[in-house]
């Protein structure tokens, strides 16, 4: 059956964005994405017999003029590139209209926000919907630490689509930024929800220094290629048609995937007065009826106790007396622990 791949990326994160050295910005885990699954930086404008076949759409706030890509990129109206990116999305997926297909989807931020509305407005069967720490706030940002984002999502609701089979969501245990509250999946058998070590762009991709993002790029890989998608290795892309007549180059350097526990956490740091108004620790949480669930316990990545295990300053204050399960490297689920604590090893026992 023919498997096609549709890839969101987040606000203002475009594969150009690997040019900019200077501010540790790089490409997203997005764009490796749909690379190391054979993707082009020009989608395919007719359809072919490749047994996979990626699409990738670059993030709101990429589109048209200056002044429309500032506009859109803070306020994300539905009219505008919201609109412009789904109709897309929906013609790409036209081409295969007399083909046996398998849907994938991918998304980042706004662009996970995207990736779920996508799949709950098609009527195709979807195999996999994986998204990194969505943020689907639109119009005016709320800073209210104690509201969800339910009446500013870009889709309907927390509940996934019941044509997609699984769903797997990264979330970042360390943003603090009230404008980037995760919209978070409600509570499913078929959904696997996640929170790892870092920021919002630690989880979804995007700085040059990006460690923390190849543990989630790594993980997402992993629950990819168990609902049936093939990737390929970085010395298997051909890079020389990973150029554009604008100088646009991508190179093996951008996708090498290199986990690090102990990469940079690229924290936002602000006036004391400013980060009062605008920064509060996440609530690690589960979702039932689009309201965070007492009676739920959420899961956090096992490198998560790795770094607070080797890097001394790690501490992050979501954990701060919450119950969760750790996510082991053998993918099953450990005993309830609470708190950081519960996460230190006896120091006879640490590398």
Request: proline fraction near 4%; hydrophobic fraction near 40%.
């Amino acid at each position: 059956m023919k498997k096609l791949i549709f890839c969101f990326d987040g606000t203002c994160n475009h594969p150009a964005d690997n040019e900019d050295y200077v501010s540790d910005t790089s490409i997203t885990n997005i764009v490796k994405l749909h690379l190391l699954l054979a993707g082009d930086l020009n989608n395919p404008s007719a359809a072919n017999e490749q047994p996979q076949t990626s699409f990738y759409y670059s993030g709101v706030g990429t589109y048209g003029s200056w002044l429309s890509r500032a506009f859109n990129s803070v306020f994300a109206p539905e009219f505008a590139d919201v609109k412009t990116i789904l109709a897309q999305a929906q013609q790409d997926l036209a081409l295969y209209a007399e083909q046996d297909v398998e849907v994938f989807i991918f998304g980042f931020s706004r662009g996970a926000a995207l990736a779920r509305r996508f799949a709950a407005s098609i009527s195709h069967h979807v195999a996999f919907l994986g998204v990194f720490d969505t943020v689907a706030a639109i119009g005016l940002t709320d800073l209210n630490a104690t509201t969800r984002p339910a009446s500013d999502v870009v889709f309907e609701n927390g509940s996934l689509s019941d044509n997609v089979r699984h769903a797997v969501h990264l979330v970042a245990l360390d943003e603090r930024r009230l404008a980037f509250q995760p919209t978070l999946f409600n509570q499913s058998e078929n959904v696997l929800e996640v929170w790892f070590a870092g920021a919002h762009s630690d989880i979804g991709g995007g700085f040059w220094f990006d460690g923390l993002s190849d543990i989630t790029l790594s993980f997402m890989m992993q629950q990819a290629y168990l609902a049936g998608l093939e990737f390929l290795q970085p010395n298997d892309i051909d890079f020389s048609r990973l150029n554009d007549d604008h100088g646009l180059s991508i190179g093996a350097d951008d996708i090498d995937i290199v986990p690090l526990i102990d990469g940079v956490l690229h924290d936002l740091q602000r006036s004391q007065k400013m980060a009062r108004q605008t920064l509060a620790p996440r609530q690690l949480c589960v979702h039932n009826n689009d309201l965070p669930a007492t009676d739920l316990i959420p899961i956090i990545h096992h490198s998560v106790l790795e770094r607070i295990n080797s890097v001394t300053a790690y501490r992050p204050v979501s954990l701060r007396n919450q119950t969760y399960q750790i996510y082991l490297p053998s993918g099953e689920l450990s005993d309830v622990k609470t708190g950081i604590a519960d996460l230190r090893l006896p120091r006879n026992n640490q590398c």
